[in-house]
Protein backbone atom coordinates (compact mmCIF):
# COMPACT_ATOMS: atom_id res chain seq x y z
CA UNK A 1 0.00 0.00 0.00
CA UNK A 2 1.16 3.45 -0.38
CA UNK A 3 1.16 4.65 2.60
CA UNK A 4 3.09 7.90 1.82
CA UNK A 5 0.98 9.00 -1.12
CA UNK A 6 -2.07 8.71 1.28
CA UNK A 7 -4.16 6.11 -0.88
CA UNK A 8 -3.73 2.56 -2.79
CA UNK A 9 -2.72 1.75 -6.16
CA UNK A 10 -4.76 -0.51 -8.95
CA UNK A 11 -1.24 -2.57 -8.89
CA UNK A 12 -1.90 -3.71 -5.32
CA UNK A 13 -2.47 -6.98 -4.38
CA UNK A 14 -6.23 -7.59 -4.24
CA UNK A 15 -5.93 -8.03 -0.34
CA UNK A 16 -4.46 -4.85 0.11
CA UNK A 17 -7.64 -3.42 -2.00
CA UNK A 18 -9.75 -5.63 0.23
CA UNK A 19 -8.38 -4.74 3.49
CA UNK A 20 -8.42 -0.80 2.60
CA UNK A 21 -12.11 -0.94 1.43
CA UNK A 22 -12.76 -2.48 4.55
CA UNK A 23 -11.16 -0.16 6.74
CA UNK A 24 -13.47 2.73 5.07
CA UNK A 25 -16.33 1.03 5.15
CA UNK A 26 -15.52 -0.06 9.02
CA UNK A 27 -15.16 3.98 9.75
CA UNK A 28 -17.84 4.98 7.78
CA UNK A 29 -15.84 7.33 5.95
CA UNK A 30 -17.74 9.23 3.20
CA UNK A 31 -16.47 12.10 1.04
CA UNK A 32 -19.68 13.55 -0.09
CA UNK A 33 -23.22 12.33 0.51
CA UNK A 34 -23.55 12.97 -3.60
CA UNK A 35 -21.05 11.12 -4.83
CA UNK A 36 -21.44 9.92 -8.11
CA UNK A 37 -22.10 5.99 -8.95
CA UNK A 38 -19.29 4.02 -10.09
CA UNK A 39 -21.26 3.60 -13.81
CA UNK A 40 -21.06 7.43 -14.07
CA UNK A 41 -17.63 7.93 -13.79
CA UNK A 42 -16.49 8.60 -17.60
CA UNK A 43 -13.18 9.73 -17.78
CA UNK A 44 -11.67 10.98 -20.73
CA UNK A 45 -8.06 9.14 -21.96
CA UNK A 46 -6.36 12.56 -20.76
CA UNK A 47 -8.19 12.97 -17.43
CA UNK A 48 -7.75 9.12 -16.55
CA UNK A 49 -3.59 9.72 -17.33
CA UNK A 50 -3.64 12.65 -15.16
CA UNK A 51 -5.55 10.66 -12.64
CA UNK A 52 -2.74 7.85 -12.58
CA UNK A 53 -0.36 10.64 -11.83
CA UNK A 54 -1.89 11.75 -9.13
CA UNK A 55 -2.37 8.44 -7.78
CA UNK A 56 0.92 7.50 -7.87
CA UNK A 57 1.72 10.83 -5.69
CA UNK A 58 3.24 12.63 -8.32
CA UNK A 59 3.23 16.65 -8.64
CA UNK A 60 1.83 18.69 -11.07
CA UNK A 61 5.08 19.31 -12.91
CA UNK A 62 6.13 15.55 -13.14
CA UNK A 63 2.83 14.24 -14.21
CA UNK A 64 3.22 16.66 -17.15
CA UNK A 65 6.38 15.61 -17.88
CA UNK A 66 5.27 12.15 -18.06
CA UNK A 67 2.87 12.82 -20.74
CA UNK A 68 4.65 15.43 -22.30
CA UNK A 69 1.96 18.30 -21.96
CA UNK A 70 2.41 22.10 -20.00
CA UNK A 71 1.80 22.06 -16.08
CA UNK A 72 -1.20 24.50 -16.82
CA UNK A 73 -3.06 21.66 -19.23
CA UNK A 74 -2.66 19.08 -15.84
CA UNK A 75 -4.28 21.89 -13.66
CA UNK A 76 -7.03 22.01 -16.45
CA UNK A 77 -7.23 18.37 -16.98
CA UNK A 78 -7.48 17.93 -12.96
CA UNK A 79 -10.01 20.55 -12.79
CA UNK A 80 -12.53 19.18 -15.15
CA UNK A 81 -12.06 16.04 -13.61
CA UNK A 82 -12.37 16.67 -9.98
CA UNK A 83 -15.92 18.76 -11.17
CA UNK A 84 -16.97 15.33 -13.12
CA UNK A 85 -16.53 13.37 -10.00
CA UNK A 86 -17.36 16.05 -7.40
CA UNK A 87 -14.86 16.43 -4.97
CA UNK A 88 -12.38 19.03 -4.21
CA UNK A 89 -8.85 16.92 -3.46
CA UNK A 90 -6.86 14.39 -4.46
CA UNK A 91 -8.06 12.29 -1.12
CA UNK A 92 -11.70 12.36 -2.20
CA UNK A 93 -11.00 11.43 -5.46
CA UNK A 94 -8.86 8.46 -4.56
CA UNK A 95 -11.48 7.42 -2.09
CA UNK A 96 -14.01 7.52 -4.80
CA UNK A 97 -11.92 5.46 -7.21
CA UNK A 98 -11.12 2.79 -4.07
CA UNK A 99 -14.20 2.27 -3.62
CA UNK A 100 -14.93 2.17 -7.46
CA UNK A 101 -12.31 -0.49 -8.07
CA UNK A 102 -13.38 -2.46 -4.57
CA UNK A 103 -16.68 -2.75 -6.16
CA UNK A 104 -16.08 -4.28 -9.38
CA UNK A 105 -13.48 -6.44 -7.86
CA UNK A 106 -16.40 -7.49 -5.81
CA UNK A 107 -14.45 -6.66 -2.58
CA UNK A 108 -17.99 -4.56 -1.63
CA UNK A 109 -20.99 -5.27 -2.22
CA UNK A 110 -22.94 -3.59 -5.57
CA UNK A 111 -24.88 -0.66 -5.22
CA UNK A 112 -28.82 -0.96 -4.21
CA UNK A 113 -30.89 0.76 -6.45
CA UNK A 114 -33.46 2.49 -4.19
Known sequence: MAKNAGGILKCEEASEI????LTV????????GDMP???????????KA???GLAKGLFYQEIACELGIRFS??????NKMFKKLRVTNRSQ???LWLE?????????PKEVQA
Open 25 to 32: KRRHVRVC
Open 18 to 21: REAA
Open 37 to 47: KAKTLRLTSRE
Open 93 to 95: AML
Open 73 to 78: TVQKYK
Open 50 to 52: VFK
Open 100 to 108: TEARSRGFL
